[in-house]
């Protein structure tokens, strides 16, 4: 939706809209006119961070639409610097309208530290981390909203992002529930390590304790993060095209690849396009390969064979939707797994008829082919040992682990094939599930 006019946007229109504000696009404030040039988050009504330009100079622009959560932002911002911790400096700050408007210098070298944390040693990206933490804690101040995505590294330094969550706590309880966050951000496969870099900088901490709370905090994450891919928000484009006889396509599809041509496909996934490549065709699901949007993409088409294969399944989550839940699940875990882009469902009702699932198509080789046809490597022994542990940790089994649907991609090893995923309540069920995938894993090599 494009909240553009004549003379560029409006601050109150920016206000109202949601999240399909069309960029770039030209705003006054007061005397200046800012050009954004990309959004990086919008939280609609609510807050809108961009990158953009003013007076000639390239600025990590924020709006923010209630007087109160600007007030937050240049509170926190002030706590933060009398800590002494190195944040964006800030260029301007001044109230606009129902709200206010901050300006920060744009770090255009700058990476993430989750992207750090997957290209270097865990070494070079905790120890500056912890130590910031370490200033926070001693001005009595913590993140309310703790995640990895508010630290930026250039070059050696660390740079501390959303002063708006800066608060006062008091009490080690806080500091405890905020350390395990911290935990709880991390790839499962990195919990041990990074625990064990956690209570060694913060010696009173215990482990057991940290990673019991971390776990309460990963679940209670995950849960309001897998509520979130089904609805509207600044991850997921949600929206519905009616049919005829009373049917809908139910769409969901990642915002950041929501162009106008991956967006016309999935309004009629039915009409394959003319460069499709059929990967494998069966009596109820087909997988094929395509471009869509210049980038290569897998799409599976799950069908039922008969009626009564249908009215025993209708009223369950479609299998396409079960490949959405757990890709989204196993990738907020750390699992490496092509990258979910869209679902789509035919439905009558809230009956499912027809459905598909997009992801990225990603150029491997089976891990079956692979190690039959050399002796496994160190790396891919051990990647192998941690997704069971991944697994047993979320509760979830495959239901079809054979190596066909493990790839091997440079020092990658990608998880496929989620439609006959389960999550299970309780330990013993798990456990017992995932006996049989290891089993079923294991089948690939009856010679041992």
């Known amino acids: 939706m494009s909240t553009g006019t004549a003379g560029g946007t409006s601050w109150s229109s920016l206000a109202e809209a949601g999240h399909g504000v069309v960029t770039p696009f030209a705003l006054t404030l007061g005397q200046r006119t800012v050009r954004v040039r990309r959004i990086l988050r ?3 009504g609510k807050r809108l961070v961009a990158d953009a330009e003013m007076t000639g100079k390239r600025v990590l622009l924020k709006l923010f639409f209630h007087r109160r959560h600007w007030q937050q932002e240049v509170d926190g911002y002030r706590r933060a610097a009398q800590a002494g911790m190195k944040t964006p400096p800030l260029l301007e700050s001044f109230e606009q309208e129902s709200g206010g408007v901050c300006t920060y210098y744009f770090l255009e070298a700058a990476s993430r530290l989750d992207e750090r944390w997957r290209a270097e040693s865990a070494e070079a990206v905790l120890q500056p981390l912890l130590k910031a933490l370490e200033a926070f804690y001693s001005a009595r101040l913590l993140q309310s ?10 070059g050696d330094a660390l740079y501390v992002l959303d002063p708006a969550s800066m608060v006062t706590f008091t009490g080690a309880e806080a500091r405890l529930d905020n350390l395990a966050l911290l935990l709880a951000q991390f790839p499962l496969a990195d919990t041990a390590r990074v625990a064990a870099a956690i209570t060694a900088a913060f010696s009173e901490v215990s482990e057991e304790a940290l990673r019991l709370r971390a776990r309460e905090q990963q679940q209670k994450r995950r849960k309001d993060f897998l509520k979130k891919i089904y609805r509207d928000c600044s991850a997921v484009s949600a929206w519905q095209k009616a049919l005829p006889y009373g049917q809908h396509l139910r769409i969901r599809c990642a915002r950041a690849y929501a162009d106008a041509s991956l967006r016309a496909w999935l309004e009629n ?30 799409v599976k088409q799950y069908r039922y064979k008969d009626v009564w294969r249908w009215l025993r399944r209708c009223w369950r989550r479609s299998r396409a939707s079960n490949s959405w839940y757990f890709s989204h699940l196993l990738q907020d875990a750390g699992i490496t797994i092509p990258e979910p882009l869209a679902l789509v469902e035919r439905r009558w009702g809230p009956l499912v008829l027809e459905s ?3 992801s990225k198509y990603v150029e491997a080789t089976s891990l079956l082919d692979a190690w039959h046809s050399r002796e496994p490597e160190a790396w891919e022994r051990a990647a192998v040992e941690n997704l069971f542990a991944c697994l047993r940790e979320l509760s979830v089994s495959h239901g079809d682990m054979k190596a066909t649907n493990l790839l091997v991609s440079g020092r990658e090893i990608y998880l496929i094939d989620f439609d006959g995923m389960r999550e299970y309540r309780d330990r013993a069920s798990a456990t017992r599930a995932l006996g049989k995938d290891r089993q079923r894993f294991l089948r690939n090599w009856p010679s041992g």
């Not at 909203?145 to 250039?154: I, K, R, Y």
């Not at 003319?274 to 897998?298: D, E, H, I, M, Y």
């Open 356 to 358: 598909w699932f997009v």
């Open 145 to 154: 909203d703790l995640h990895l995505g508010n630290f930026l590294f250039e």
């Open 269 to 298: 996934p039915a009409t394959q396009s003319a460069n499709t490549g059929f990967l494998k065709r069966g009596n109820s699901t087909t997988v094929s390969r395509c471009v869509l949007g210049g980038r290569s993409v897998v």
């Open 42 to 44: 919008h939280l609609p």
